[in-house]
């Protein structure tokens, strides 16, 4: 299973760009890359997901470099409602867990967003 | 289009005593998985039951148990509760296992 590595938490200011990094070395060929929000006292939601090269949906981008052994998840003009805690997942099915292995969330990166 | 529904919203037990969680799963959704979210960490993954059956499960004693009826609803069951066992008890449904999960808001449960 690959492990994934997130900064534990980041600033920024509304109206701002904001690039959180997930690094997973032992990615492998099957996985994708899965990533959830979760805002305090609620379940996680869904926000994007690849496989490689870059993705776009309404709310984020999503690249993924050719190794894919990083990937960034790309939030763009950031307001205060972005503040909540990102969790970067891998695994070999599209709902970003691995279907034979145990289904690991990690710590996640705590994004505060000031006025 | 009912989300993933989760009751109760908080509960309050003591320790030794037995829970059950219940949950709903998305409409259309047929893979329940339930998580173990202690404050300030991620969630940690119990086990997934598709089929009525389990078909994974994490690093979890066996006093947690779960069953998924034939309408696809799930309960989570927790025996001999300590006081470690306090945690936001998430429930994710999603299609044919390996589909993208969709969150309840949880079970926040506090054993005393």
């Known amino acids: 299973l690959a492990k994934t590595t997130q900064p534990i938490s980041m600033d920024s200011y509304e109206g701002q760009e904001v690039n959180i990094t997930c690094s997973h070395n032992?990615?492998?060929?099957?996985?994708?890359i899965t990533w959830y929000q979760q805002f305090p006292s609620q379940g996680p939601r869904f926000i994007i997901q690849?496989?490689?090269t870059k993705v776009t949906n309404e709310v984020a981008s999503l690249f993924i470099p050719a190794d894919r052994k990083s990937s960034t998840l790309s939030l763009p003009r950031v307001s205060l409602s972005d503040t909540a805690v990102y969790y970067c997942?891998?695994?070999?099915?599209?709902?970003?867990?691995?279907?034979?292995?145990?289904?690991?969330f990690g710590s996640g990166t705590r994004l505060s967003i000031r006025p | 289009d009912a989300g993933v529904t989760q009751s109760p919203t908080h509960l309050i037990k003591t320790r030794g005593q037995q829970v059950t969680l219940r949950c709903s799963p998305k409409?259309?959704?047929?893979?329940v998985s339930w998580y173990q979210q202690a404050l300030g960490q991620g969630p940690q993954f119990i086990f997934q039951?598709?089929?009525?059956?389990?078909?994974q499960r994490g690093n979890f004693p066996d006093r947690f148990s779960g069953h998924q009826f034939p309408n696809y609803s799930s309960e989570l069951n927790v025996n001999a509760l300590l006081l470690g066992d306090s945690a936001l008890y998430l429930c994710?449904?999603?299609?044919?296992?390996?589909?993208?999960?969709?969150f309840g808001p949880g079970t926040r449960l506090t054993v005393t």
């Open positions: 994710a449904s999603s299609l044919k296992r390996l589909g993208e999960q969709y």
């Open positions: 032992n990615i492998a060929t099957n996985d994708y």
């Open positions: 690849g496989y490689k």
């Open positions: 997942l891998v695994g070999d099915g599209p709902g970003g867990y691995s279907s034979a292995s145990k289904i690991i």
């Open positions: 409409s259309g959704h047929d893979t």
């Open positions: 039951y598709y089929e009525e059956e389990e078909r």
